[in-house]
């Protein structure tokens, strides 16, 4: 009886701790990640091409700024959100498909975000 106790109160300390451990949403940004990697191949590909290794690491730079803002201007930004993780430091994390309000709690996997439920908690 004594060892179910202990497993029990184990058990809901490490619920406890895993939702202390939460990061929080702080802000909702937008990602052009996308165009950005779209306009450097292309202009690593077209630099390279007129001008050779220096054109091409010209062409990288400028595709950069143009795949980024022709993302932005044809309105096809995605969401991401600033996150404030357990040590209080803010870092922007892409999120296209799940939606988020300022203020909840979230788990990182892998490189995508997950909401943390508060109604599992004992």
Known sequence: MKSLITFGLTLALTAAASLAA???????????TAGGALGVS?????GGAA?????????AGVGLFVGKGIQ???GLEERAYAVRDTAGAVR???????????????ERRGAR?????LSETP
């Open 92 to 106: 922007e994390v892409r999120s296209p498909a799940a939606q988020f309000a300022v203020g909840q709690r979230v």
């Open 51 to 59: 001008g050779g290794p220096l054109g091409a690491l010209v062409g």
């Open 72 to 74: 932005t201007a044809s």
């Open 42 to 46: 292309t202009g690593v590909m077209l």
């Open 22 to 32: 939460a990061d929080e949403i702080v802000g909702e940004t937008t990602d052009t």
């Open 113 to 117: 975000l997950q909401a943390v439920n």
